[in-house]
T-cell receptor
Framework: KNQVEQSPQSLIILEGKNCTLQ??????????LRWYKQDTGRGPVSLTI?????NTKSNGRYTATLDADTKQSSLHITASQLSDSASYIC??????????FGTGTRLTVIP | EADIYQTPRYLVIGTGKKITLECSQT?????MYWYQQDPGMELHLIHY???????EKGDLSSESTVSRIRTEHFPLTLESARPSHTSQYLC??????????????FGNGTRLTVT
């Protein structure tokens, strides 16, 4: 079983709407959690990082949350744009070097 | 955009051929990685390097090899390609100085198809 589970697997929303992507993990000891955006045909690009002491962090229209007690993180996208169509990957770091990747959520924003 | 480049972008070859996937970065990062990515699956670490002349195998069993003769260059070689090697290969690098919180910088990948 993957130690990082993402939901939903895929999501279709109308342009301008908000959405929330979920990431649950069992990785321990927890070091940090990072969200990446991967456009089709491109490599993943970091959106934001959450460390143990952080609950909420915003990067433009993206807001990430972390609940270290329940081992859950979410990525909220506000006022979605067509360019938000991509896969969003949750990655949890264990200790100094080990990374655990989720399978991603495929978001499609339609006009 | 991160300064990490992969060539070729697409490659179709026959079974048994030897191939090398190129990866170069201009950021001076010590740490470099090769990942395999299949649709709907998580990324799997194939090889990594923490500096020149340092290479290690990752979690995914692989018939590939890597070399790290220069900081900026981290090529991956398949001595004899098989259809099971068909996949997307992503190269990444990371800064050592920034510690555990530094992000991975990915190239745009090589899509390999072995017929």
């Amino acid at each position: 079983k993957n130690q990082v589970e993402q939901s939903p697997q895929s999501l279709i929303i109308l342009e301008g709407k908000n959405c929330t992507l979920q990431c649950n993990y069992t990785v321990s000891p927890f070091s940090n959690l990072r969200w990446y955006k991967q456009d089709t045909g491109r490599g993943p690009v970091s959106l934001t990082i959450m460390t143990f002491s952080e609950n909420t962090k915003s990067n433009g229209r993206y807001t990430a949350t972390l609940d270290a007690d329940t081992k859950q993180s979410s990525l909220h996208i506000t006022a979605s744009q067509l360019s938000d169509s991509a896969s969003y990957i949750c990655v949890v770091r264990k200790g100094a070097n080990n990374l655990f990747f989720g399978t991603g959520t495929r978001l499609t924003v339609i006009p | 955009e991160a300064d990490i480049y992969q060539t070729p972008r697409y490659l179709v070859i026959g079974t048994g051929k030897k191939i090398t996937l190129e990866c170069s970065q201009t950021m001076g990062h010590d740490k470099m990685y090769w990942y395999q990515q299949d649709p709907g699956m998580e990324l799997h670490l194939i090889h990594y390097s923490y500096g020149v002349n340092s290479t290690e195998k990752g979690d995914l069993s692989s018939e590939s090899t890597v070399s790290r003769i220069r900081t900026e260059h981290f090529p991956l070689t398949l001595e004899s390609a098989r259809p099971s090697h068909t996949s997307q290969y992503l190269c990444a690098s990371r800064s050592f100085e920034q510690g555990a919180n530094s992000p991975l910088h990915f190239g745009n990948g090589t899509r390999l198809t072995v017929t």
